[in-house]
């Protein structure tokens, strides 16, 4: 009796112990997809497409669903060829105490745009907005400034040297009036803050595509027009600078003009400038419309016709969304109201914006 009980206690431990070892070794349970894609063929995908345009495909990558969420990468891999990290770029994000960098999502989406052949454009280095406390805690004399923003700029740029196609050195500089916007950079530094964080740039990654990007930038008026001398003075001054971005952020009021685009596109193409659309998406819910179906019908239009813009502009090298899915955009963070402004739906179901862009890159004009 005694030995069947002594038995027994052994096989219990033995078992115990071996079902932990199991259990232990069992991989993560996967995340459960959110919704099977639907499968569209990588031959009629945008980076396939505009390959022969000679356009880049892009979009923006946030960490969040990158991480969690398996047919966020599928679709990623599947329509771009560049991935812009939405907000691990930033200086908030990367930078957060004076003496310390945190590389661990950008190490992250670098390594993986180089498994799957996509490009990084990286953004921002130098803006007015997602700065840490730390900068304002204390009144920086202006040398003590210049040293945190070439350290902060050459840190970032050497450690991706060689793997980063593209940065936005100088984003969101200029007002609506043409005016230089009021930026602890600009109140400290003064405006010399934009040489010198360009050519602090190209000294630490002399291959990398720079940059400047703000938004209502890309048709006409006096913000555009400001940024048009701007860039003409860097260019004239030897700056480092390759191009211009267009983030585009739009509605549905007020759609885009194909002539005014294609003019001030053109214009600055005739400096030598690059140009690209960066941060694409239209919003729907913003102004009085009409059924959703027309929403989307006319959200489609806006983005057919600036694609088309970049394929008609002879050095319009890229064309980014910022985000792809409606399941994830940072625009419901913005207006407080869901909208959906990207090409894919909540389910990764394509929009009619998505065929716009397809139809674009199909034409020949
Ligand atoms: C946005 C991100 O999409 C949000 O997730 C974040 O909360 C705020 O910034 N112009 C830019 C982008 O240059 O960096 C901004 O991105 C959108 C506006």
Redesign the pocket.
Known sequence: MKHRLLLALVVFVLVSLFSIAKVSSIPATPEPSAEPSVEISSSTSLRSLGQKQGIEMGT?V?MAPFYKDANYRAVLTREFSILAP??AF?FASIHPVRDRYDFTATDTLVAFAKAHNIKVRA??LV?H??LPNWLYDKEFTREELLAILKDHIQTLVSRYRGQIYAW?VV??AINRDGSLRDTIWLRHIGPEYIDLAFRWTHEADPQARLFY?D?ANEERGRKPDAMYELMAGLLQRGIPIHGVGF?S?RWLDGPPKLDALVENMTRLNNLGLEVQF??VDVQIQRGTFGSREERLVAQADAYGTLLKACVITKNCTAFVV??FTDRY??IA??TGQLDAPLIFDESYHPKPAYYALQKVLNSEF
Request: proline fraction near 4%; hydrophobic fraction near 20%.
């Open positions: 923006a946030e939405e907000n930033k953004h921002p803006w907005d997602s936005d984003s969101e990007t938004y983030q952020h960066t941060e910022w985000g955009s940072w963070g913005l």
